[in-house]
């Protein structure tokens, strides 16, 4: 089985960064170069960087569209996403050599159990009409992930995540102290090559529309 | 486009049922397009009306203003809707043989 | 008629051609619109709207149609766009190329795409949607853009091309009024001045270089004359140098239907628009009370046309009337309209054209009783008058308008008590004429040109 973490712990993290870098440049590139199209805002909406600044964060971290018209899933997915904020934060906080793992268990927690909460709510009338299976297969991998987290001890081995990672990062990999790590990291891989390719990339796409389309183009 | 036999000539109709060609109009002919639009007996009043449309239509090329269909028969909109249900656009004009209105009407 | 997706039909056989083949046209049709060269006008909100609508459904949750179909499954605003998705994942995407099922995609077959005709026009583009979607995603542009799809393939509702676009663009006007009967609607409409105002006032026609030309929706003069005649009074009244001009001079009708189907059609209106201002060395062209129009004018013609190739202001009749009461150019007294009195926000000159304080501020002026319809604003529902459905009444279409949308309204302006409903945009008025009638509401609409002149204080 050595190869086998090998490839997982050596090689798929290069394809797996590369993949995830070359496809999400390619998309933002291709937004951003798109031609101007005519205006199309709706109004009101905010005017000053600082404006527009504020309605992101309150809409990112209140996800206030969801919690002003759809209720029935504000909820759900705000666990979700807080979940998800809170595994991306720990990671940052394990490479700045703080593994603080009740950071990532909690995340791991919250976005374990809000994606399978969305994933019974799909299962609803009003949202299977409009489900495909790709939305399922979405939120299963968010459940993966967290879950997998949490099963393998990935969120309380902060230091040997960290040491990974920058084995990874200095170019000079080494396999983790624990091997079960190891599903953890193929988890992540998978969905680092998703992410751009998937719908999950709309927290980029949200930029676009709101900075380009619904918020006008600063005139 | 489609025919309809109105009071027994065969006349083409556009797909809201208005005869196409002016000339083709003739009193039997509304009574039969009446009847397509639920109206039954074609009083005088309804012959008021309907007479106006035609000869403002047939000097000025389009159907006249509501307001001065109004004004220069006497009627009000409500009592034209009672004369014809459809409206004045979409009943009265029909039944006189005009073409349907166009635009923002 | 047959029935492709519903109980009702707005494109007729003899325009959806059903026994054609069309699905290869379509297609090829459809795979110019993603090329961001050929489509440029709308192509980034396109492709985002395409690719990254997350499923959530809130959308649904602020849709007319759907909410007052008792949450009819086609009437679903995502579902309805996605329609056009599902074309788009099966030939124009890899994943969707490789693994349709997984992603959504679907074949187009000639069914599907009477069923996508039909559903392309379920949806005014009122856009409420696209202003609650958390990623700002646009099912109305979707299906504004599968219109336009449609349009290249010769499918479009006559009412908006054939007799719409076609007729103005040869008669200068959508009406096809000729000028002989417009001179002689101008004359009536000051006859009618006089005979209820008592005063007699002159109504230009075709004055080169005046400062404002004010050009109206040309179905105002034959259904909705008291605007026209309120425009022409309240003008009078600023003193101000004006005109309005007639088919002779080119384009006489603001309206712009390419808006609603087609930016072929739309450009092609929008230049002989725009020439027949510079033909008549207009300063500023005012766009009467007409909401597609406005936002054509205001927002559209920006990036369309370059700004020196239309040496003329544009401004909102509304822009008018308000800066014109608000420096005592023009005198009003609210005790002329003691009646209470509700505004419904047009969506072309509220969401999309942000004019929501302005129709408020002259109607405070003019009304004793000024009443917010709950809700308004950005979260007005559309009248259904909209994207051309208020001169849409073939099949069964009329009770489509009245039982969807129109019920909404109905309610609303009921449960504000109004005797008055102000509106400012001649499809609104199309609509709410039909609305008052089916739903035999004790209420009448009136333009806000009509209610000013009714305050005016001379
Ligand atoms: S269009 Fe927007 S609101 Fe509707 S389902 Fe898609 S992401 Fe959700
Ligand atoms: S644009 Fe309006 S009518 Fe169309 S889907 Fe959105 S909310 Fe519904």
């Known amino acids: 089985m050595g190869w086998l973490a090998y490839l997982v712990g050596i090689v798929l993290p290069y394809v797996a960064l590369a993949l995830f870098v070359v496809g999400f440049i390619y998309k933002i590139i291709c937004w951003s170069r798109a031609p101007r199209h005519l205006p199309w805002e709706l109004f009101p909406y905010p005017h000053t960087a600082g404006e527009r600044l504020g309605e992101m964060v309150i809409e990112v971290a209140s996800l206030r569209s969801l919690k002003l018209h759809n209720r029935n899933i504000w909820l759900p997915s705000l666990l979700m996403h807080f979940g998800i904020y809170a595994v991306v934060a720990w990671l940052f906080l394990v490479l700045l050599g703080l593994p603080v793992a ?9 976005a374990a159990a809000g994606s399978l909460w969305m994933f019974t709510k799909r299962l609803g009338r009003d949202l299977r009409i409009l489900t495909t299976p790709v939305e399922y297969l979405n939120l299963l991998l968010v459940f993966l992930i ?39 990291i193929f988890f992540l891989e998978v969905f680092l090559v998703y992410l751009p390719f998937g719908r999950m990339i709309h927290f980029a796409a949200k930029y676009f529309t709101y900075h380009r389309v619904k918020w006008g183009e600063s005139h | 486009m489609p025919k309809m036999v109105l009071a027994g000539i065969e006349i083409e109709v556009d797909e809201d049922g208005f005869i196409q060609d002016p000339d083709k109009w003739n009193e039997a002919v509304a009574k039969a397009l009446a009847e397509t639009e639920g ?67 | 008629m047959r029935r492709v997706l519903d109980e009702y039909r707005a494109i007729s056989d003899e325009v959806l051609k059903p026994h054609e083949k069309r699905v290869p046209r379509f297609l090829e049709a459809m795979k110019k619109s993603l090329d961001s060269r050929a489509n440029w006008t709308f192509w980034l909100p396109y492709v ?68 996508l005709v039909e559903g392309s026009y379920r949806c005014t583009v009122c856009r409420r949607c696209a202003y609650v979607c958390p990623v700002a995603i646009d099912n109305g542009l979707l299906i504004r853009e599968a219109r336009k799809i449609l349009d290249a393939i010769d499918i479009a509702p006559d009412e908006l091309r054939e007799k719409g676009t076609r007729k103005q663009l040869e008669m200068g006007n959508a009406t096809g009024t000729p000028t002989p009967a417009f001179m002689d609607i101008v004359e009536f409409l000051a006859e009618e001045i006089q005979d209820t105002r008592g005063y007699k006032i002159e109504i230009p026609v075709d004055k080169r270089g ?23 009074e309240i003008f009078h009244a600023a003193g101000v140098d004006w005109t ?18 087609s930016d072929v059609e739309f450009e092609k209106v929008l230049r002989a628009q725009v020439k027949t201002c510079i033909d008549l060395k207009i300063r500023t062209l005012v766009v009467g009370e007409c909401g597609h129009a406005f936002e054509a004018f205001k927002y559209l013609m920006m990036r369309l046309i370059p700004e020196e190739e239309r040496p003329f202001e ?34 072309k000159l509220g969401r999309l054209g942000g004019l929501y304080e302005e129709p408020r501020r002259i109607l405070k002026a003019c009304c004793m009783d000024f009443r917010e319809m709950q809700p308004n604003r950005e979260m007005s529902y559309c009248c259904g008058g909209g994207s051309g459905f208020a001169i849409m009444t073939k099949g069964d279409f009329l009770k489509f308008r009245m039982e969807t949308y ?45 209610l000013v002149a009714n305050a005016l204080v001379l």
């Open chain 1, 102 to 110: 009740l950071l990532g268990y909690l995340g791991g927690v919250a």
């Open chain 3, 48 to 115: 985002l709207s395409l690719d990254t609508c997350m499923k959530c459904g809130t959308c649904a949750e602020v849709c007319p149609v759907y909410l007052s179909s008792g949450r009819r499954e086609i009437y679903h605003p995502a579902v309805r766009a996605d329609a056009l998705r599902k074309i788009y994942r099966r030939y124009f995407t890899l994943a969707g190329r490789l693994f349709p099922w997984l992603v959504g995609g679907e074949e187009l077959t000639e069914e599907k795409l009477d069923a």
């Open chain 3, 210 to 232: 005046a400062e404002y030309l004010v050009m109206h929706n040309a179905g105002d003069y034959l259904a909705f004359a008291e605007t026209v005649m309120g425009a022409a």
């Open chain 3, 244 to 261: 309005l001009n007639s088919p002779a001079t080119g384009i006489n009708d603001v309206v712009n239907y390419g808006v609603f189907f």
């Open chain 1, 146 to 184: 967290s879950a997998g987290g949490i099963i393998t001890g990935f969120f309380g081995e902060g230091l040997a995540v960290r040491e990974y990672m920058l084995g990874i990062l200095s170019l000079s990999p080494r396999l983790p102290a624990r091997p079960s790590l190891l599903w953890e």
């Open chain 3, 406 to 450: 129109g019920k909404i309204k109905a309610r609303q302006v009921e449960e504000t008590g109004a005797g008055i409903v102000a509106l400012a945009c001649s499809n609104c008025k199309g609509q709410f004429r039909e609305i008052i009638n089916y739903y035999k509401l004790p209420v009448r609409f009136a333009g806000i040109s009509e």
């Open chain 2, 39 to 105: 109206v039954t007996e074609l009083t005088e009043d309804h012959w008021k009306v309907i007479n106006y449309l035609r000869e403002y239509y047939l000097k000025f090329g389009i159907a006249p203003m509501i307001r001065k269909l109004c004004k220069d028969t006497g009627f009000t909109l409500k009592q034209i809707y009672d004369l014809f249900p459809s409206g004045p656009a979409k009943g009265a004009c029909k039944i006189a043989g005009l073409p349907k209105p166009t635009g923002c009407v």
């Open chain 3, 314 to 347: 544009v401004k909102s009749i509304l822009e008018l009337i308000d800066q014109w009461i608000r420096e005592g150019r023009i005198k009003v007294d609210p005790r002329k309209n003691p009646e209470p009195v509700t505004y419904h926000d047009a969506c």
